[in-house]
């Protein structure tokens, strides 16, 4: 039992260091990605990345089909709606904002 | 695309391998490995998203790429998506169909009919949506009955709560002081700060990191969590009121950070990797967005956030001041007759040529002067308009050359232009921000168009702008105010130089 116990926590603590170790690089890399840029498109950046934060689609995705009962029925459904929103809003308007940099 | 979702879904509600799994010892060997193998292609798959977000993240970055950049992007986020529903943990369809009709549907209207002058206000609104599923989520796996609620689950549980419900007030108060909307005649633009507010944000902020420990180390206090809930939503009001209306770009851009992070938060929750990556992913590069931003206006992120930028406190004194002081009026035939005797031009829009969507009148203004080989250039500052590159985004629907765009670098060239005009733009033209240490904008680098020969500036009354701070431009004697709605003024010119 004890034996069981440790295993679970080293399991554990494993994936965690693992996912710090992730956290960590995906941050320096964030800074990185963006050194300069023309204030012209500081707006359609903006929007952009907030696209992309809609990643919590994924997190709201699982507990939606998830076998939670009601919890999965109503958190699921917001949080799918919510997500939904910022990813389909914040593309199609990152887009619409771009389009309107034709090149002459 | 909806379709294809379908199908996927349907084979993800198909048993599994674990299903036979336990027939036999010999079975089940087999269905680990499977599962195995599932796992690691899932791993793989997010992996492959996170890549594509990375790349249309950098590509967005460059005028050239950006477009493509932004698909790119919406590829990866794809792919995630259709990971997940992939993954063996979804059990059921429909509510998860529900949520992506409503909330796509709310998306693609939205997306479709914002005028490009309410784009601010809308990506604050995507953005408040953002955060406030990575709430939702974070809330759910706490009272989820089916899992175990772990010490280090709930540290993560908490920050995605903290950040996501900071992101979704924050971001509802910069909508609301973005679009100029007043509670009991207030006007939500202006700072509005209790007295002591900073003391008493810290003290919250350290009273709900308190929360989150005693809920890591306590994982079963429900009432901790209820009042996380609670005081997150109400320190992203408390922190966002006192910063005025004019800095809310700088505002939602760090918005847009922090549900980055949220979602990277709910990403330790779930253990998912490919959450963790892009969730910091644009954590990181959204602070660094924010840092650009606060660097074209000569300012510090401390200096924005700690707010209080922009006040009315002047109006009084700024009424008085008036007095003495005299503004010279021009109509529009004159305004003509002013411009068809210039060489040279630069025209200044700000928020006022959006508002009255000038932009069109406005490039057939420069053409028609062009034609007349009168000089013209634009100047366009890195924070006209309400959101960095507002102007650029209007002046590129207007068919504006590009190369006719200036950016601060003409200011030694000011004194030699013949006219400039002022088209609804105030803050960024305010000699005082040069001039003026006792200004609230002092610092702030500016247009230098009072030393050129004569300024127009078009504008709809003397009313301080969206800052709330006086403009002694207005009366320069080299000044002269062309009062009235930009489109339909320029418009008025625009048929006086043809006629003449």
């Not at chain 2, 087999?30 to 997010?46: C, E, P, T």
């Not at chain 2, 997940?84 to 998306?107: E, K, N, S």
């Not at chain 2, 908490?158 to 009991?184: D, E, H, W």
């Amino acid at each position: 039992m004890d034996l069981l116990v440790a295993q679970l926590d080293n399991e554990m603590l494993t994936s965690l260091g693992r996912n710090l170790g992730v956290f960590i690089l995906a941050i320096l890399l964030g800074f990185e990605v963006i050194v300069k840029v023309p204030p012209t498109l500081h707006t359609p950046l903006m929007s952009g990345s907030n696209a992309i934060s809609g990643i919590s689609i994924v997190g709201a995705l699982l507990v939606a089909g998830g076998d939670f009962g009601w919890i999965s029925i109503v958190f699921g459904f917001l949080a799918v709606t919510f997500a939904t929103i910022n990813v389909v809003g914040g593309f199609l308007v990152t887009d619409r904002m771009l389009a309107m940099f034709k090149r002459r | 695309m909806l379709t294809t979702s379908l199908l996927l879904l349907a084979q993800a509600a198909a048993p599994g391998p674990e299903a036979a799994a336990d027939a036999s010892d010999a079975l089940t060997q087999i269905g680990r490995q499977d599962s195995a193998l599932l796992k690691f292609v899932v791993d793989l798959a997010y992996l492959f998203a996170a890549v594509l977000l990375v790349f249309g993240l950098k590509m967005l970055a460059s005028p050239r790429t950006a477009r493509r950049g932004n698909m790119v992007a919406a590829v990866g986020m794809l792919i995630a998506i259709v990971v997940t529903l992939l993954d063996q943990q979804i059990v059921g369809p429909w509510v998860i169909l529900a949520g992506v009709i409503v909330g796509g549907l709310i998306g693609m209207v939205a997306a479709r009919t914002v005028p490009m002058t309410g784009m601010p206000e809308m990506v604050a609104l995507f953005n408040g949506s953002g955060g406030a599923a990575s709430a939702v989520v974070a809330i759910a796996e706490y009272w989820n009955p089916g899992s175990v609620v772990r010490g280090d689950l709930t540290f993560s549980i908490g920050l995605s709560i903290l950040i996501g419900m900071v992101t979704v007030t924050g971001s509802l108060v910069a909508f609301a002081k973005l679009r100029g909307m007043t509670i009991a005649g207030v006007r939500l633009g202006n700072p509005l700060a209790l007295p002591g507010q900073h003391v008493i944000n810290l003290v919250l902020i350290l009273f709900v990191l308190g929360l989150i420990v005693y809920l890591t180390g306590t994982p079963g206090a429900t009432w901790a969590a209820v009042l996380i809930i609670v005081v997150a939503a109400l320190l992203g009001v408390l922190l966002t009121a006192p910063i005025g209306g004019a800095d809310m770009p700088v505002v939602v851009s760090l918005l847009n950070s922090y549900s980055g992070l949220a979602a990277c938060a709910t990403g330790f929750v779930l253990e998912n990797t490919g959450l963790i990556v892009s969730g910091s992913l644009v954590g990181a590069s959204g602070l660094i967005l924010t840092q650009i931003m606060c660097k074209a206006m000569d300012r510090s992120l401390l200096n924005v956030l700690a707010g209080g930028f922009g006040q009315d406190t002047a109006a009084a004194g700024g009424t008085e001041a008036r007095e003495g002081l005299t503004v010279r009026k021009m109509g529009a035939e004159e305004a003509a007759m002013v411009l068809e005797a210039a060489q040279s031009l630069v025209i200044v829009p700000g928020y006022g040529m959006a508002v009255a969507q000038a932009q069109h009148i406005v490039a057939e203004l420069a053409d028609l002067l062009r034609d007349r080989d009168v000089n013209v250039m634009f100047g366009i500052h890195p924070v006209a308009g309400r959101m960095p590159g507002h102007m650029n985004v209007l002046l590129a629907e207007a068919n504006v050359d590009y190369e006719l765009l200036r950016d601060l670098d003409c200011n030694p060239e000011m004194p030699q232009i013949d006219v400039a005009l002022v088209v609804g733009a105030n803050d960024v033209v305010n000699p005082d921000a040069r001039d003026n240490p006792g200004s609230q904008i002092y610092g702030m680098p500016i247009f230098d168009v009072d030393r050129c020969k004569t300024v127009m500036v078009c504008k709809r009354s003397l009313n301080p702008g969206f800052a709330g701070i006086e403009n002694p431009l207005f009366f320069k004697e080299n000044t002269t105010m062309l009062f009235g709605d930009a489109k339909k003024m320029i418009t008025e010119i625009v048929s006086e130089l043809k006629s003449a």
